[in-house]
């Protein structure tokens, strides 16, 4: 077990960096400063130059080049925040040594096990070391894995000269689980040909295709009076609201979508007969179909309108879209992230993101950006896990990857 890359994970997951969607500054949290300063102090140990914390708790780094070689500048970046889906306070991890295949009591209590039936996968790890919750908190290995392992990685080169590599850059943002995390990221300041994102689930995940992404949030007015006299006169917005979700279609919801389908998928529904706020998320790889899925619930928006008097208004709002478009002129990146992870072992699942990572919307404001395992499981819950291993593999990957871009005598990826 590498255990400055354990210590330096079990660190970053003490300090409590849930962001906030329902707040508009940068961070969300006062408390993802915390993190954003450690990690500027931690760089400035180990040596690295040009580190900076900018005003929005941005922290980047460079490792100067150690040849001669005009090679293209390759940045990794993976964010500090953890998800608002359940609380990343207080986290306590327990590590598994040696794990040979049992279900894993978290919390005794209340029953909280994470059981070999009900994620399988698990037992793809046995003979390894584990880090798990304890059953309260999520862990935070997304994306402060990603985060440790990038740091450990630069760690190593600087102490292994003899690893020939060209300029490398490093950037951790803040918010990217409430998907702002690339809306301020200084592009140009950070001054790479291409990076990547090491926010990915399982080992030898390799990411470049991702949902384009919307947003449709809708407001219905209904008529509140006492049922006792509500004959011809009540119109009740729940039920307004519910007929909406029972004329999309039923198939492609989340639940019964995977791979390159895609979906809308009710994410909130709240409000009383008089008035409803509802929200939709709707996601598709194919832009078409995106189109589509947009044109669908604007129609039946225009529909129900006609039906019970103009009732309903529909804002629809882009988020981020595939970065497939400006990852394909450049594809040698992904090939060098393949590569890679081939030659320290590691076996290479390509596979669509069902989401989205700071990597799309960076890719959008140039700077190519495909994305890398940093090992983990189930992430934004309490039955989130990491195998150490996976984290060991994925500092090598990283090392390997700088490795090889030191063999590109370009500077720009658009030259290729």
């Keep these: 077990m590498d255990n400055k890359l354990i210590n330096r994970f079990l660190k970053y997951v003490s300090i409590d960096t849930q962001s906030d969607e329902t707040k508009k500054n940068c961070p969300s949290t006062e408390k993802q400063w915390e993190l954003a300063n450690l990690l500027f102090s931690e760089l400035t140990e180990l040596g690295l130059q040009d580190i900076a914390i900018d005003k929005n708790a941005y922290v980047t780094a460079t490792l100067p080049s150690n040849t001669d070689k005009d090679t293209p500048v390759v940045g990794f970046i993976s964010h500090m925040d953890t998800s608002p889906d359940m609380s990343g306070k207080d986290v306590k991890p327990r590590i598994i040594h040696n794990y040979q295949g049992q279900d894993i009591i978290l919390d005794e209590p209340a029953g909280i096990i994470l059981k070999t039936s009900e994620f399988p996968e698990l037992l793809r790890y046995i003979g390894q070391d584990l880090i798990?919750?304890?059953?309260?908190?999520?862990?935070?290995?997304?994306?402060?894995?990603?985060?440790?392992?990038?740091?450990?990685?630069?760690?190593?080169?600087?102490?292994?000269?003899?690893?020939?590599?060209?300029?490398?850059?490093?950037?951790?943002?803040?918010?990217?689980?409430?998907?702002?995390?690339?809306?301020?990221?200084?592009?140009?300041?950070?001054?790479?040909?291409?990076?990547?994102?090491?926010?990915?689930?399982?080992?030898?995940?390799?990411?470049?295709?991702?949902?384009?992404?919307?947003?449709?949030?809708i407001q219905i007015q209904g008529r509140n009076v006492h049922p006792g006299t509500a004959k011809d006169q009540m119109i009740n917005a729940l039920l307004l609201g519910m007929e909406l979700n029972m004329m999309l279609p039923p198939h492609q919801r989340p639940g019964h979508t995977e791979g390159y389908e895609g979906f809308f998928h009710l994410i909130d529904?709240?409000?009383?007969?008089?008035?409803?706020?509802?929200?939709?998320?709707?996601?598709?790889?194919?832009?078409?179909?995106?189109?589509?899925?947009?044109?669908?619930?604007?129609?039946?928006?225009?529909?129900?309108?006609?039906?019970?008097?103009?009732?309903?208004?529909?804002?629809?709002?882009?988020?981020?879209?595939?970065?497939?478009?400006?990852?394909?002129?450049?594809r040698y990146i992904v090939d060098i992230a393949e590569q890679a992870m081939k030659e320290v072992g590691v076996s290479v699942i390509k596979k669509p993101i069902r989401g989205g990572t700071d990597g799309s919307k960076l890719s959008f404001m140039g700077l190519p950006c495909p994305n890398i395992f940093a090992g983990g499981h189930n992430f934004h819950g309490k039955y989130e896990y990491i195998p150490v291993q996976s984290m060991e593999k994925s500092v090598r990957v990283i090392v390997k990857i700088c490795e090889l871009v030191a063999k590109v005598e370009v500077k720009s990826p658009k030259a290729i």
Excluded: C
């Excluded at 000269?161 to 990217?176: L, S, V």
């Excluded at 044109?295 to 928006?301: D, R, S």
């Design 269 to 330: 529904f709240h409000g009383t007969v008089e008035s409803v706020g509802m929200r939709y998320i709707i996601r598709d790889h194919d832009w078409d179909k995106f189109e589509g899925k947009k044109k669908l619930i604007q129609e039946t928006v225009n529909f129900l309108n006609l039906k019970h008097g103009d009732r309903y208004t529909l804002v629809l709002q882009d988020q981020y879209f595939n970065m497939k478009e400006k990852i394909e002129p450049v």
């Design 132 to 217: 798990t919750t304890n059953g309260t908190t999520l862990l935070g290995a997304d994306d402060k894995a990603g985060i440790a392992e990038i740091v450990t990685a630069m760690e190593y080169l600087i102490q292994h000269p003899e690893i020939k590599h060209g300029t490398i850059k490093i950037g951790f943002t803040p918010d990217e689980e409430i998907g702002r995390g690339a809306d301020l990221f200084d592009v140009k300041s950070f001054n790479a040909d291409f990076a990547y994102t090491v926010d990915g689930g399982q080992i030898g995940e390799l990411e470049y295709e991702n949902f384009n992404a919307a947003l449709a949030s």
